[in-house]
């Protein structure tokens, strides 16, 4: 099962984990699931319309998850990481 890795400001949804492993055999199975076991991190991952949210970048290995054609039918392997990366802004 891929493992997925967690940016601090969202681990709180997460029960605090940094990384977790969750079963799916494609990008989008993944993070279903993950919403599913863990629903509190379902909108800051997603807009009401289910679309990744802007700020959100998720990387497939060293590959960004919005770069890949058709990502979320993208097969993942149980040795595979996914990197969730929020981007913050500030002043």
């Excluded at 699931?33 to 909108?43: E, F, S």
Aim: proline share 7%.
């Amino acid at each position: 099962m891929p493992l997925i890795k967690f940016p601090a400001p969202l681990q709180a949804y997460v029960d605090s984990k940094r990384s977790l492993v969750i079963e799916g055999s494609t990008i989008g199975e993944v993070f279903s699931n993950l919403t599913l076991k863990y629903p509190g991190i379902k909108p800051h991952l997603f807009d009401p319309e289910g679309n990744y949210r802007s700020f959100i970048s998720i990387f497939l290995g060293n590959v960004n998850y919005k770069d890949i054609k058709k990502a979320e039918m993208t097969r993942v392997e149980d040795d595979d990481e996914l990197t969730v990366i929020a981007s913050m802004a500030g002043g």
